[in-house]
């Protein structure tokens, strides 16, 4: 069987020549009657439930795409739809007006009420399309191993089925054979099991930079897999000697994007250690996960870590003995205003003109507790924050 894959058909050029047979529910033809939408051997369509046909035109408004869809070749420019009738009726019958979807306010829009630029959207998205080319028999019993009732494979699983050869033969060896003491390693930093292809997509989404189809595509015929190999051990190489310590938290990161943007930097694994270690124990850092980045940006970027902040009744009492003792002594409540010469050296503030803010900062060791707790105004603590 021969399978081709296409990306540069649109939904407009599938919508040429739709016709919908309201009677029989069935969409019947597309492409400018080049394609059957609904073989005989299909159900009928069933999306039409005001949910999940909303949900095709939803995705196609936000960009999302909307999966990979199979064509039969029957004859030569004679296609069947062999999975995907369902999307491509929703939109087929969106596109001519059969029903309308809620926009942003709430209001029910057909398809010809939507803006252009909305309507260009749609028409313009590109489909992913596999052209398979075979005897009946062939294709029908490959259309079964992609949907055996109860698992439907991954998105690798049926990438592997499509673009089967020597490349994918040689990966599945190296990346999904339980036998090697690498699996093991490999679970540290990647999620899921190499039977499911896991560790074999991160490989390929690593190397091409998350264009795991068209890789696949290119190499399909090569007699060795290198390039996917090397690209592999070097960011699990990378990992694993800056961080020394193996921690649960680090599985499942983006290492691939990690590693292009920071293995040209140099690290001292022992102070990474370090480092790493008094974030996981410091009970103000909410997000661990975002430790490890953080760490690799040379420890600047606090919103990776998502902090825990002041709770508004700290806030409200500290303001409140603050206001007290600053009026007793004719000063402002701001402290730092208070330091000042200007205007504000004896001005009050209101409660929501100022912030809590940490008197030893959070990053020099400060908690984010009440005795370390102060409210400025919000210009001098915004003054504060960029130093
Ligand atoms: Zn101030």
Request: glycine letters at 8%.
């Amino acid at each position: 069987m021969k399978t081709t894959l296409r990306t540069d058909i649109t939904v407009k050029d599938i919508c040429q020549g739709f016709q919908y047979n309201e009677y029989e529910g069935k969409g019947l033809f597309g492409l400018s009657g080049t394609l059957t939408i609904q073989p005989e051997y299909q159900r009928n369509y069933i999306y039409a439930d005001g949910k999940k046909d909303v949900a095709v035109i939803d995705s196609l408004l936000k960009e999302y795409p909307l999966g990979l869809i199979y064509f039969v070749k029957v004859a030569e420019e004679k296609f069947e739809v062999l999975d995907g009738q369902q999307r491509i009726t929703s939109f087929g019958r969106y596109v001519t007006n059969k029903f309308a979807v809620k926009d942003e306010n709430g209001m029910e829009q057909y398809f010809d009420g939507l803006p252009t630029d909305k309507q260009k959207i749609i028409l313009d998205a590109k489909l992913v399309i596999y052209e398979c080319e075979g005897e009946e028999s062939e294709i029908k019993e490959w259309f079964k191993t992609i949907n055996i009732v109860g698992v439907p494979l991954n998105e690798q699983e049926v990438n592997n089925a499509i673009f089967s050869g020597p490349f994918v033969t040689l990966a599945k060896a190296e990346f999904s054979s339980s036998q090697t003491a690498e699996v093991q390693k490999w679970g540290a930093y990647i999620k899921g099991s190499e039977k499911r292809q896991d560790f074999l997509e991160r490989a390929l989404d690593w190397v091409s930079k998350g264009q795991i189809v068209p890789y696949m595509s290119r190499h399909r015929y090569d007699d060795n897999i290198r390039e996917l190999t090397s690209y592999f051990n070097s960011v699990i190489d990378w990992v694993s000697t800056t961080f020394e310590d193996v921690e649960k938290e680090m599985c499942g990161l983006e290492w691939g994007r990690l590693y292009e943007e920071y293995h040209a930097t140099a690290y001292s694994p022992k102070k990474v250690s370090e480092q790493l270690q008094a974030l996981l124990e410091d009970p103000f850092v909410i997000n661990k996960k975002g430790i490890f980045e953080y760490i690799l940006g040379g420890s600047v970027d606090k919103k990776l870590l998502n902090v825990r902040i002041f709770s508004e009744a700290t806030k409200k009492s500290v303001y409140a003995t603050q206001t007290t003792k600053a009026k007793d002594e004719g000063t402002s409540n701001c402290p730092h205003c208070a330091m000042g010469h200007g205007a504000n050296k004896t001005k009050i503030w209101a409660l929501k003109d100022m912030d809590a803010d940490h008197v030893t900062a959070w990053i020099n060791g400060g908690s984010t507790d009440i005795e370390n707790c102060q409210t400025l105004c919000k210009t001098d603590n915004r003054a504060k924050g960029n130093r």
